[in-house]
């Protein structure tokens, strides 16, 4: 293909997109008609909005097994086995800046674990950085530069006014190659289940997305922010044309989080779960489509149930903006912003009725109590603590569930061999009861000799026997 006719064919696509009636208005279509508009190109806006995109250094050191020398004296001396080894390991990924201060957000997965990160800018300067904020959940992660001087910005756009079929930017370093522009559109929004972490609702592009453009840009053409790239569907590690990027509304939540110097991240405590409406509970309900969040469970006296909601029925819309799924019903109330009323409509067997959702953290109604069990029995290694809809909130768990949780289990210890987990309810041991962390260690201290507990697991009941 000319070049010529490449630079005819960019033209033709942003002339549709800026004329009134968009691409969509067949008649507005017309070639250039001068050498001005055969010449028009992204470069202004690149040069406008890429310096405030920057390439993410993280390292971290990880201890390497020894192996056998091979050699019989070594081998005998170090017991058949080299001393572990450190080794540092890195990873490369791309970030924004959205204050001039130098906070910088990119994705929790880019720098996860690393005990060092540097922030390398557009031209070529690199700066040691702070970590300010992570939460896994939404892969987020947030970043201050350390040097006293303004950086470049990128503003953040309403993603909510993305629509499908709209022009955008990916700026990224892919591959670690430098500081890469791709462009594309929007190919769909609410996408959900693309990741293994519980948030679901990303605006999907077929801009090029590779690895290494994790935390980077997804922009419009004012150049605005409209997501963080994250995510690509690849069978063989390139970019296919399906990329996923984290919505900028959740993003600008995120960093004022961030901003206000808090240490976690908190999502509105709702006080019920929801499931995906099936094709059955639609037609019994009258909805049109089966898309809406499926009300199955409701915690006495949490939020959900103050509103008035019922298993059985289905949340359709939030303040008006409608709900595809569950993952997209939590992303709504996280972007309202907590200390907000939002206004959910409710489709019953009755009909359609808004109620109005209060949006606080969720409570800690049980202490915590955590506890290091020790001694000469199975659970020894084992870190536990008194669940309550904050804690489950923390460790990502459903918020109905109360008694005793496992939030950490020593490596090497007896737990750990036996097979204990982080997230193991401790149900019953010995056919009573285990209600809290204090009267769990004190069934410890009388030591029967033989243990039969009961755990809970992913919702499944697990039973076992140890000596």
């Known amino acids: 293909m000319s070049s010529l006719f490449k630079r005819m ?4 696509i942003l ?3 800026m004329v009134p009636g968009g691409a969509g208005a067949q008649e507005q279509k017309t070639l250039p ?12 806006l690149v040069k406008q909005t890429a310096g405030a995109v920057v390439n993410v250094y993280a390292e971290r050191v990880i201890q390497r097994p020894g192996l056998a020398t091979g050699d019989p004296f070594l081998d005998q001396f170090f017991g058949q086995r080299m001393p572990n080894r450190s080794e540092k390991q890195s990873s490369l990924g791309s970030g924004v800046i959205l204050s001039d201060d130098g906070l910088v957000v990119t994705n929790n997965h880019v720098i996860e674990g690393a005990d060092d990160i540097k922030i390398a800018l557009a031209d070529g300067r690199e700066f040691p950085c702070d970590l300010v904020l ?4 939404v892969d987020l992660a947030v970043l ?3 040097a006293k001087e303004h950086f470049p910005v990128l503003a953040i756009a309403n993603s909510d006014a993305v629509e499908v079929g709209d022009l955008v930017l990916a700026i990224g370093n892919p591959f670690g190659v430098g500081q890469t522009v791709t462009s594309g559109i929007v190919s769909a929004l609410a996408r959900n289940q693309i990741t293994s972490g519980d948030f679901g609702f990303f605006i999907q592009t077929d801009a090029s997305i590779n690895p290494g453009n994790s935390g980077g840009a997804l922009m419009n053409m004012n150049g605005e922010l409209i997501g963080i790239n994250t995510a690509i569907f690849s069978r063989g590690g390139g970019s296919n044309g399906i990329g996923f990027a984290i919505p900028a509304n959740l993003v600008k939540v995120f960093l004022a989080t961030a901003a206000q110097g808090k240490k976690s991240f908190e999502r509105p405590y709702v006080g019920a779960t929801f499931d995906a409406v099936t094709s059955d509970v639609a037609e019994a309900l009258g909805l049109k489509a089966a898309r809406g969040a499926l009300v199955t469970r409701v915690a006495e006296g949490g939020p959900a149930d103050k509103a008035g909601l019922k298993p059985g029925e289905v949340v359709t819309a939030v303040d008006g903006i409608s709900v595809e799924h569950p ?3 939590g992303y709504r109330l996280t972007t309202a912003g907590l200390g907000k009323q939002t206004r959910l409509s409710v489709q019953t067997a009755d009909g359609l009725r808004d109620v109005t959702l209060v949006l606080n953290t969720a409570p800690e109604s049980t202490p915590r109590e955590e506890r ?3 001694g000469r029995n199975p659970f020894a290694g084992l870190r536990v603590a008194n669940l309550s809809p904050k804690l489950a909130t923390e460790l990502h768990m459903p918020t109905d569930k109360l008694g005793v949780v496992v939030i950490d289990v020593s490596k090497g210890s007896p737990a750990a061999r036996l097979g204990f987990e982080p997230k193991d309810i401790i149900v019953s041991l010995n056919g009573d009861a285990v209600n809290t962390t204090k009267i769990m260690e004190k069934m410890l201290g009388d030591d029967p000799g033989f243990w039969r507990v009961e755990i809970e697991r992913n919702g499944q009941r697990i039973r076992q026997f140890f000596r």
């Open 9 to 12: 064919s960019l033209a033709v």
């Open 15 to 17: 002339l549709a997109a």
């Open 33 to 44: 008609q001068s050498r001005t508009e055969m010449q028009l190109s992204f470069a202004p």
């Open 134 to 137: 992570k939460d896994e959940s």
């Open 144 to 146: 201050r530069i350390k």
């Open 327 to 329: 993952d997209a019903l």
């Open 372 to 374: 290091l069990l020790e």
